[in-house]
Every structure is written in structure tokens, then in C-alpha cells.
């Protein structure tokens, strides 16, 4: 059974940073696409970030380029979200997403494309 656990998630002041972690089981993420997504009650899921399978091609939403970090650590099945210079409107619930490789160019694909695992969430919290 394909599971995707969130970690790192906590309450920072305004320009903090938070390293999130998605750790895989049950699969291995080798040939997955990964992406991070945020939800804000009472609006929409937003892709934040993506990284593909075999060339870990990264994209980022407008918002949080230059700030946000995504990367993978194949050998320990786990996807990171480096987030630095945080501001308050970063407020969210973070979920990681796997889908299996495509072969599609890129990975913003991720962002509108149904996906095979979803993480349970973990909530960043940016206020003084």
C-alpha cells in the first residue's frame, strides 16, 4: 500500500524557515513524481512545488520562488520542502503527492493531474 507521512511542519515568525519532510512507504520513489501542495481553509488546494522521477526537474509556484527548496533523497524514500524566508500568507497545510512517472516533460503536470498517494498533512503556521 502506497503511504506518504509528512513531517516538520511548526509555528515560525515571519522570515523563519521549516524544512518539511515526506517520507515514503510501502513503494519507492524512484519512478514517482512528487509534488507539494497547500490548503488554506475555506480555499482551493494549491500546487506549491514539484520534482520528477528521473531528471528531478523542479518547478515552483510563482508565490514561493527563491524561497522554497524541493528535493529528494531517493536512498532514504524521502522528498524535502525547504522553506526559507517565510511570510505569513505561507500559513498552511502542507500535503506531499506521488503519482508514478508519466514520461511527461516536467512535473507541474502534478498539479492538475489525479495522483496515486496523498500524505495526511502537516501545518506550518507563520505569525509574530
Known amino acids: 500500500q502506497l503511504q506518504l507521512v509528512e513531517s516538520g511542519g511548526g509555528s515560525v515568525q515571519p522570515g523563519g524557515s521549516l524544512r518539511l519532510s515526506c517520507a515514503a512507504s510501502?513503494?519507492?520513489?524512484?519512478?514517482?513524481?512528487i509534488g507539494w501542495f497547500r490548503q488554506v481553509p475555506g480555499k482551493e488546494r494549491e500546487g506549491v512545488s514539484c520534482?520528477?522521477?528521473?531528471?528531478?526537474?523542479?518547478d515552483y509556484v510563482d508565490s514561493v520562488k527563491g524561497r522554497f527548496t524541493i528535493s529528494r533523497d531517493n536512498a532514504k524514500n524521502t522528498v524535502y520542502l525547504q522553506m526559507n524566508s517565510l511570510k505569513p500568507e505561507d500559513t498552511a497545510v502542507y500535503y506531499c503527492?506521488?503519482?508514478?512517472?508519466?514520461?511527461?516533460?516536467?512535473?507541474?503536470?502534478?498539479?492538475?493531474?489525479?495522483?496515486?498517494?496523498w500524505g495526511q498533512g502537516t501545518l506550518a503556521t507563520v505569525s509574530s
Open positions: 503527492a506521488a503519482t508514478y512517472s508519466r514520461s511527461l516533460r516536467g512535473c507541474k503536470w502534478i498539479f492538475s493531474e489525479p495522483l496515486d498517494a
Open positions: 520534482i520528477s522521477d528521473s531528471d528531478h526537474n523542479t
Open positions: 510501502g513503494f519507492t520513489l524512484d519512478y514517482y513524481v
